[in-house]
């Protein structure tokens, strides 16, 4: 049974950082695309960000802020955040592709996702 699990999430104050985990089992993502969407309260999930191999892809209001990577060797994928504003509180969620290396902004082409970690960032 493949799993995505989040953790690192919590409450924060602006301007601050966070660092979000997402830890797979029962399979192996090392070529697939991996990332991370994220669902304020009353909007649409949005892309926030993606990896596959070395190349990564970022929504503009993140970048320059957030930082995605993996540790293959782990099946754990990472994201940290820094200067972290209001408009970031959201649950985070990661997802992963079944198979493929190409990063998609739709959530359609992620087949496996995690139970989500809540941000929160205070004012």
């Known amino acids: 049974q493949v799993q995505l699990v989040e953790s690192g999430g919590g409450l924060v104050q602006a301007g601050g950082s966070l660092r979000l985990s997402c830890a797979a089992s029962?399979?192996?993502?090392?070529?697939?695309?991996m990332g991370w969407f994220r669902q304020a309260p009353g909007k649409e999930q949005e892309f926030v960000t993606a990896?596959?191999?070395?190349?990564?892809q970022y929504t503009d209001s993140v970048k320059g802020r957030f930082t995605i990577s993996r540790d293959n060797a782990k099946n754990t994928m990472y994201l940290d955040m820094s200067s972290l504003k209001p408009e970031d509180t959201a649950v985070y969620y990661c997802?992963?592709?079944?198979?493929?290396?190409?990063?998609?902004?739709?959530?359609?082409?992620?087949?496996?996702w995690g139970q989500g970690t809540q941000v929160t960032v205070s004012s």
């Open positions: 029962g399979r192996t993502f090392s070529s697939a695309a």
């Open positions: 990896i596959s191999g070395g190349y990564t």
């Open positions: 997802a992963a592709r079944v198979s493929g290396s190409t990063i998609y902004t739709d959530r359609a082409k992620y087949s496996y």
